[in-house]
């Protein structure tokens, strides 16, 4: 810095000369130290610049790595590991989609049942023991913690293995419900049949065809097609989901439900059904192999009568549509319409009280089944409490299986003996 200065000096020394006697050393000094620390500033301000950047940088790219990584998973393809040959877990249904809201649901299940089969004690990997095969591949399975009927080929069928089968055995009035399987990222329809196209001779109003397609989001039926409410897609594409399936058929109308969503109403169908077959359609895309084809929980009823009318006969209303969750009092969503019409019911009546009284079959001990009819019956109650209904105009009371209505001997009898009677008060 000393030579610096002295090198400076001796460069003015001609112009000091000119100005008179002044500090030229100090004033050298100070202008010095001013720029040097203006250049130290500059060089601080640049790095603390450059980091900054770094850091912007690698808070961009750690974004970028992000979405990069969701793109990636979204482009994976899905597990197509048929569900019967996995060695440990089951994938469990996506919960996203349209929110489910059973507050307007108006399915109201028959009243005498035809053919129930819920899958109880059925063995892994043999055919299902009530039901008769039309063709293709079919075995039973166990996936998402239940025993489910697994269509294995593509446009397999089945029918309900029933004495009569070679007859009309569907009555004019009729519903149906199972629960259905969706999977992820595939093309995934079911098939129902009004009559038995393996036993039944075809006939020449519109049975011989499949009447209703199931896809994960629509119905159709003819030339007539509903999709759920909220989506804009047929069949499901991001998620694997169960859907309730119902139907309501009498010679005035049929509807269809998905879940909480009446999608198909058509009147005057001009058709006399005389039994049902169930399938799958084809797995969709060329050359991509189809998995995860299920149904269970099904059930074919003869058409109920309307709950009031039904209260004015016998003086009670007895449904077997109100179902919890296997040896718990934990309602099903799938109830609702019988809960929701006995909650206008009592709103249009403002006299109207009940006993909400449980049933069960006969399977476990007296004392689990008189203990878990009580507490569903009470749920049942809690549930309309929830809902508006005064409490004093309500009471329940469970009678486990001593009060039965139907043979345990068969799935159709213990169906008719799990019931919830409403006994007008």
Request: include cysteine; charge should be negative.
């Amino acid at each position: 810095m000393k030579r610096l200065i002295t090198l400076i000096l001796l460069c003015f020394t001609v112009v000091v000369s000119q100005y008179g006697q002044i500090d030229l050393e100090g004033k050298l000094k100070r202008k010095i130290n001013q720029r040097a620390n203006q250049r130290v500033d500059q060089a601080i301000d640049k790095g603390l610049d450059k980091t900054e950047e770094g850091i912007k940088d690698a808070v961009t790219q750690e974004d970028a790595d992000k979405e990069n990584t969701k793109e990636e998973d979204s482009k994976k393809e899905p597990d197509k590991t048929p569900v019967a040959e996995k060695e440990t877990g089951q994938p469990a249904a996506d919960t996203k989609g349209p929110e489910l809201s059973w507050s307007r649901y108006d399915f109201i299940p028959g009243n005498e049942i035809i053919f129930e089969d819920n899958l109880d004690g059925e063995e892994n990997g043999e055919f299902p023991s009530r039901w008769d095969l039309v063709k293709g591949r079919v075995e039973n399975a166990t996936f998402d913690n239940s025993n489910v009927i697994y269509f294995m080929t593509e446009s397999s069928q089945i029918i309900p293995y029933l004495k009569n089968r070679d007859q009309d055995y569907i009555p004019e009035e009729f519903t149906l419900e199972f629960d259905a399987w969706f999977e992820a990222h595939e093309y995934t329809g079911y098939h129902i049949w009004l009559r038995d196209v393996k036993n039944q001779e075809h006939y020449s109003d519109g049975l011989y065809y499949a009447i209703i397609n199931i896809n994960g989001n629509q119905a159709t039926s003819g030339k007539n097609k509903g999709m759920y409410p909220g989506v804009t897609y047929g069949h499901n594409n991001e998620k694997s989901f169960w859907r309730h399936v119902s139907v309501s058929f009498n010679r005035r109308a049929l509807k269809i439900y998905l879940d909480d969503a009446r999608v198909l109403n058509i009147p005057n169908m001009e058709v006399n059904p005389s039994g049902i077959t169930i399938g799958i359609d084809g797995f969709g895309t060329a050359g991509v192999k189809g998995i995860n084809r299920f149904i269970k929980d099904i059930r074919l009823a003869k058409g109920a009568v309307k709950l009031y009318d039904k209260l004015m006969q016998d003086g009670k209303i007895v449904s077997n549509g109100i179902r919890f969750d296997v040896g718990k009092s934990t309602i099903k969503p799938e109830s609702m319409g019988v809960i929701n019409q006995i909650h206008k019911l009592m709103n249009e009546h403002s006299d109207l009280k009940f006993s909400v009284e449980g049933h069960t079959d006969s399977d476990g001990s007296d004392d689990l089944n008189q203990q878990l009819s009580e507490q569903r019956a009470e749920a049942v109650m809690n549930k309309l409490v929830s809902m508006g209904i005064a409490k004093d105009r309500l009471t329940s009371k469970g009678f486990g299986e001593s009060v039965p209505v139907a043979s345990n001997d068969t799935p159709e009898g213990k169906a008719s003996n799990r019931r919830v009677e409403f006994i007008k008060m």
